[in-house]
DNA sequence: ACACTTTACTTGCGATGTAAAGTAAATTTG
DNA sequence: CAAATTTACTTTACATCGCAAGTAAAGTGT
């Protein structure tokens, strides 16, 4: 038998993650970011240079949203785009000084954010939500 | 400091819901249903006819999503849709039994589904992880 | 070399997400 | 009771999602 939908792992998913961002996303939109965006500059921030195959992987974005993604960041001049000498066809993403300083502005804010829901929940809490729900990403 | 993205909950949160709902929309895809349309249907099977904002926030859809998602149902002749005789405003929504059929349909498997992830984690965990998740839909 | 497959990425399409503006019915206020 | 406000819902606009099909470069086999 189905769950309540009250109990719905999925539904629930979403919830959680929808009052996670709400404030996020306010707060970008006055750097004119979308979150998506704002989770590209933070892996390029955090790994540096990366092919476009991997930032889509580690961003969770689907390869074609990349691409376009990718392109509209291009314009904003947050990102460049350069081909790999040795395999013309891979695209080595990087993220530029304008990027960087998008993630400066909002970095204390973001974790201030993030740091509230680790204090509603308590630290310990915190870590096991992350541990559980990185089990259900192993499959 | 801004966690890694590796342990950064919103993150967790998207990649532990891709993965419960791609084999969910997968099935769904049978029957020409999207996950929305799905949690529509799931909503109102639980607690029957229910006006277009209740449904809406029952579904965890924004309110302009609900609107297109209904007209496209009704087109499909899965729900209904009524004004209220009090308030014409207001729209009383209710499943069809072909609406009802798609639920029948698909429910077993829906449950399988979500049943192979409750035994990767345990019971016990499982059950906390939806607890944990619930606390974070509260501020 | 040549055809075949794989890999990396792009494009197209229909549906949804999000924010903001619009509409119409109900309620409140003066 | 007319004007202002609130409520319930719709529409619009732009970005992204998710799937499928397409393109181009690299690798593989013969």
């Given at each position: 038998m189905l769950p309540s939908t009250s109990r719905s792992l999925p539904i629930v998913l979403i919830r959680a993650r929808e009052n996670i961002m709400a404030p996020i996303r306010k707060m970008l939109a006055d750097s004119d970011i979308t979150e998506q965006q704002w989770r590209v500059l933070r892996v390029l921030a955090e790994f540096g240079p990366t092919d476009a195959s991997t930032l889509?992987?580690?961003?969770?974005?689907?390869?074609?949203?990349?691409?376009?993604?990718?392109?509209?960041?291009?314009?904003?001049?947050?990102?460049?785009?350069?081909?790999?000498?040795?395999?013309?066809?891979?695209?080595?993403?990087?993220?530029?000084?304008?990027?960087?300083?998008?993630?400066?502005?909002?970095?204390?804010?973001?974790?201030?954010?993030?740091?509230?829901?680790?204090?509603?929940?308590?630290?310990?809490?915190?870590?096991?939500?992350?541990?559980?729900?990185?089990?259900?990403d192993e499959g």
């Open positions: 889509a992987d580690r961003a969770s974005l689907l390869f074609p949203s990349l691409t376009r993604i990718a392109q509209t960041m291009k314009t904003k001049g947050l990102i460049t785009q350069t081909a790999d000498q040795n395999d013309r066809r891979r695209q080595s993403i990087a993220i530029t000084p304008v990027g960087q300083a998008v993630i400066d502005r909002h970095a204390d804010e973001a974790a201030q954010i993030v740091a509230r829901y680790k204090e509603r929940l308590g630290g310990e809490k915190y870590e096991q939500l992350l541990d559980l729900l990185l089990l259900l």
